[in-house]
């Protein structure tokens, strides 16, 4: 690094911008500074030096005391003094581009020691300025010999000084988005937590209602009003609605370990089994499937899931004697196309818009006489979602709903 002594007390150290303080934070919200180099800022450098023909191509930013150089393209030094630099002069200039063709004819740089002891003789220097005006450094070049650029040149340097301005804004945008991945994250985090402890608190009264709501109806048998009769039926099915809500949304929120699982090959006839062992287990329900592979490369946990949660929802919207549930599988190197078909209720046209949001319910009892809870299809959505896919519905009322998606298979 070049050193300050008595031999340049001649030269004009560069005077700091009226925005000094706002430029420095400017500078410093890049995270740029004392950086290690990097091959889409050097590839730069070099081609500007081979642009200009000249031995020497930076891109440097000016910090509090010091020209950082975060591309040094020819020399083997990092930084140096703020108070020597060409590019403390080159910030300063209303011009878009300084180019000093002989510096030793520059009562500026008299007694450099850029100029005296590194041959820094010409240089061309563009500023970095950022979208809110503030100019965090530049793209130069520099030669050990008087010399002037052409307007080729002159272009390609304002050129790339905008090229590495979006490449200082895209690392910028990027830490945005991975601090508020972070945030997001953590947010999650204390949901799952929150949804589980309301859940243990929660699960306990509720059984302790149901179980007394029992008690007390075997208890007075033939003592109780009909009305105190339905009473005990409102307060029995309020209890259950509120512990599906509870189960529905632990199970969106423990979602997110379903899709951490590893992907697998699954032999088709074994998964519909098992989903049918855990799914059918009432009268007049079939489970059909077709595929096109007899092995498959899924997710099978959250694929299992995702299967589950609609075949349950095909078998309690579906008021008809006899219940069909169809499961298609095509499947190709990298894609597992998916349809799952009832010959259910359907859905009314309005509401299959808003079917996948969460807490959307449609306003209808299953066969059991229970109002939904607007999650398991909201779950659904965010597994296929998480596993690459995308996933939609059609349905006609009285005739049936179809589930359509997709997932990678790697």
């Given amino acids: 690094m070049p050193s300050v002594d008595n031999h340049n007390q001649r030269m004009i150290p560069p005077e700091l911008p009226k925005d000094e303080a706002l430029r420095q934070k400017a500078v410093e919200k890049y995270q740029l500074l004392d950086t290690i180099p990097e091959e889409s800022y050097d590839n730069i450098t070099a081609m500007m030096a081979y642009i200009c023909d000249v031995p020497i ?172 009769h339905l009473y005990l039926t409102h307060l029995r099915s309020s209890s259950n609605q509120l512990r599906r809500y509870i189960d529905g949304m632990l199970e969106f929120y423990k979602s997110d370990e379903l899709v951490g699982r590893k992907v697998e090959k699954v032999v088709v006839e074994d998964l519909m089994r098992e989903l049918e062992e855990m799914g059918f287990n009432e009268p007049n329900a079939l489970l059909k499937f077709e595929s096109n592979k007899k092995q498959v490369r899924l997710n099978k946990a959250a694929i299992m899931q995702i299967l589950l949660n609609l075949v349950v929802n095909g078998l309690k919207y579906n008021s008809k004697r006899d219940r069909l549930i169809t499961i298609k599988i095509n499947a190709n190197k990298t894609m597992n196309h998916f349809e799952v078909s009832d010959n259910g209720d359907g859905m009314p046209e309005q509401f299959m818009k808003k079917a996948f949001d969460l807490f959307s319910i449609e306003g209808r009892k299953d066969r059991k006489g229970e109002l939904g809870t607007g999650i398991g299809l909201a779950t659904v959505k965010k597994l296929v979602e998480s596993l690459g896919g995308t996933i939609s519905v059609e349905s006609k009322p009285n005739v049936g709903t179809t589930f359509t998606f997709d997932t990678f298979n790697a």
């Fill in 57 to 228: 191509s930076l891109i440097t930013l000016l910090d509090q005391d010091r020209n950082f150089l975060k591309s040094h393209h020819g020399v083997d030094i990092s930084e140096s003094p703020r108070e020597i630099s060409f590019c403390g002069h080159a910030i300063n200039a209303e011009e878009d581009i300084t180019v000093i063709e002989d510096a030793r004819e520059d009562e500026r740089f008299q007694g450099n020691p850029l100029v005296t002891d590194f041959q820094a003789i010409f240089y061309a220097g563009v500023p970095l300025v950022d979208p809110s005006g503030f100019k965090l450094g530049t793209i130069c070049v520099y030669d050990h010999k008087p010399r002037k650029l052409n307007q080729e040149q002159i272009r390609a340097l304002k050129a790339m000084s905008k090229q590495v301005v979006n490449l200082f804004d895209q690392r910028y945008k990027n830490f945005q988005l991975m601090s508020l991945q972070e945030q997001l994250m953590g947010r999650n985090e204390e949901l799952k937590k929150f949804a589980a402890t309301v859940s243990h608190d929660l699960k306990s009264p509720l059984a302790n209602i149901s179980a007394l709501t029992d008690m007390i109806e075997n208890e007075s048998q033939g003592k109780l009003s009909e009305e105190a």
